[in-house]
Structure formats: structure tokens, C-alpha cells
């Protein structure tokens, strides 16, 4: 079963779909060889913000860039209290072994606490050699200062419009005609579904046999993640089970995301023991399982079950 969303994965900014203004901020730090230090990008889940400071982060290194580069790519739903930024702090003071820049990616930045975003303010102006490159989704909730660091530097990622939406359909299905690649652009646009790792998600799930009607899931279902993940971290199956089954089809990539971070919380506040190291096992089981989206949401049921089980001590 193939991932659509990590094959067509953009390594270079040619192959990115749409997000101009970004591009060509980016390309023109190229030629120029002068980067930001602090860049924010911004936007839906999906848009590519991820994807366009990976492709920075490799550009800054220039003719220096080597798989050792210390380029760092940072979940901060999971290390975002203070101690975890003033530990980056102190990385940040050193000179990297490897490549020109010190990279630090901040993925959902605005979950770090005001505290952990405080202990990197000075760090972000004060140590040329480190990069650090912020992502988020709600980026009202970074603390003032963070933004006008980076505010030389800031973008805020569209959703795809009909036509580059037509466009990534083609990189997918290149034997369509034209007007039936205007189709599909229009149905996804209808549909409310236009972000691009989205739209390879709701593809692949087809291509596996579902409907397309069905493999379409709207953000109306979101807020009951941090439901099934307070039912999942009480051990009880059968109440993430009625939630589950209030949901056909979902982004099993944001419910991942918040089950895990109130899992990582929880662990932090537990000693040694029988619960922490079940809530450690789950972890590990949820961070290392990368499911094909066409099989995607079924097979997470399937770990979320184990995930009750293991937390509840099998109740």
C-alpha cells in the first residue's frame, strides 16, 4: 500500500504546489545566499509548512550540505516545557559539527508553554550560526516577541485552489484529460478538502477501494480527539469505541498528534512504574507506526484498542 503523501513529498521548491509568495522569499534567499535566522510559517494542517523549511533547511547548508548536518525536526506538543527549550538553548550557543547552520525546526510551535517560548527568545537573536524555523496552526498563541523575530519572515500557507489542486491530481493520475483534471479540482474544492497531503490522503484511501464520497473527512469530528484520548488514557475501550464509531473517516494524523501529546504529558507526571511504562510502550507504538492512508484509520482503531488495553492493565 503506498503513502502518497511521503512519496510526492516536495525535496525542492519546483515541485511545491502553489504558496508563491513563500517560494520565491525562499528562492530569493538562495541566489543571495542570505537566509533568516527565525522564519514562522504558518497555516492549515497539511498546507506545507513542514515541507518548505525542510527544503530551507537543506538550502541554508549551501555547497556544505551533508547528511550530518544537525538538522533538527522538533514535535513541540512533546518537548515543550521550559527545561526542553533551555536544553535547545544550550545547543544553540555551539558551533554546529557539520554544514554552516544549526537547524531547529519547531513543528505546532505554539504548543510549547510561554515559558519554554520565553527561555529561546534571546537564543534566537543572539547565535548566527543556529536557524530556527517554526511551524504552526495557531499562531495567535506564540508569544508576541517569537513573531516579531520572525517577522521578517513570516508566511501564512494557502489551501490549494481548484487549479494546483488539478495540478497534483496530474502528478498522481497523468493519463486524465484536462477537463477531466478541472473535475477533480472543482469536486475537492466542494468537498472543503484543499490541503495538499490531504488530498493524497483522500486518493490513497480511494485507490484502496474506498469510496470517494467516504474518504472524505471533514474537521467537524476534530474536536472529539482529545475526547478519544482521555478515553484511551483511562484504559477504557469501551468509551473510545462509541467515540470511534461517531467517526467513518478521519485526519489519523491529527488524532496520532493528540493522542500522543496528552500521552507525553501524562508520562511526565508519573513516577516508575506499571503505568508509566505502559503509557511509555504506547508511545513508542504510536510514533513508530507509519500506516499507508489507504489502511490508515482502520489499522489506528486496531492501536488504540492495544493502547487501552495496555494502560488499563488489560480491564
Known sequence: MSNLAE????????????????????????????????????????????????????ACQGSDWDEGCDIRQINAGTVGKVDDARALAAESASRPFIGRYRVFTLEEAHRMTDAAQDAILVPMEVNPWTMWLLTSSEPEKLLPAIRSRCSAATFALKPLNRDQIATLVRSVKPNLTDDEYVKWGTWFVEKSVTSPREILGVLDQHFAGVPLEQAVHGAEHEPLYPEIATAVLSGNWNKTSSLLKQIKTADYRAMVAVVSAKMSWALLEEGFGPRGDALATCLVGLGVNQFADGVAYSSLKALLYKCCRTIGGGK
Do not use: H, M
Open 7 to 58: 512519496i510526492l513529498r516536495p525535496e525542492s521548491l519546483d515541485a511545491v504546489i502553489g504558496q508563491d509568495a513563500a517560494k520565491r522569499a525562499i528562492q530569493s534567499w538562495v541566489e543571495k545566499d542570505n537566509f533568516p535566522r527565525c522564519q514562522l510559517y504558518t497555516g492549515p494542517v497539511g498546507t506545507g509548512k513542514s515541507t518548505l523549511a525542510g527544503i530551507v533547511a537543506k
